[in-house]
């Protein structure tokens, strides 16, 4: 299971079992599958079951959806840290942190307005302990409104859906001997 995280701080524990900021109509819940994080690329849009800012995008309830189609999120940058399988699970703040320094770093090139500036957040799906020990070393930054407000259409700078070179990059998260 991967999961994912936002700039945004979590709320508290209590509030935390169904909150979904997205008004989701469930009489309009879709039956589709979960989408493995896997198989997305750079400009693939989705849904999620559920989603806490601060918090996992649980994978197992991530639904890819055509871009024209109202949509929750949009993949914009696909990042790989460098630690080859094996290597020990660097932990769940550690993986935060990597995953909101790339998905920040890359947010200005992939949407095209300054992260401060914009009317989109982000968030992100990363390894958790079960995955890291599978080898999986992915962390999907997607955008999504600020309001939670659905987004319709691409989001993206450009609207390729390929993943460029410059946003797929391996970085490690081993820490440096010296």
């Not at 299971?1 to 079992?17: E, V, Y």
């Not at 997205?22 to 989603?51: E, K, L």
């Not at 992100?124 to 962390?139: D, F, K, L, Y």
């Amino acid at each position: 299971m991967l999961g994912g995280c936002s700039d945004s701080k979590p709320p508290s524990a209590a509030s935390q079992s169904s909150f979904n900021p997205f008004v989701v109509d469930a009489s309009s819940a879709s039956p589709i599958p979960p989408t493995p994080p896997g198989a997305f690329a750079v400009g693939d849009c989705f849904n999620t079951d559920q989603f806490v800012p601060g918090t996992s995008i649980d994978p197992t309830g991530v639904h890819a959806i055509a871009c024209d189609e109202p949509h929750q999120h949009q993949v914009y940058a696909i990042e790989h840290d460098s630690d080859p399988p094996g290597a020990p699970f660097p932990g769940d703040q550690s993986l935060s942190e990597f995953a909101d320094d790339v998905c920040l770093r890359d947010f200005p090139d992939a949407i095209g307005a300054d992260y401060r500036a914009s009317t989109l957040d982000f968030a992100s799906i990363r390894p958790s302990a079960a995955t890291w020990a599978t080898g999986e070393r992915a962390v999907i930054c997607a955008a999504h409104d600020v309001d939670f407000a659905e987004l319709t259409g691409s989001h993206l700078a450009t609207t390729t859906t390929s993943t460029p070179a410059s946003s797929t990059t391996s970085t490690s998260l081993a820490p440096e001997s010296g």
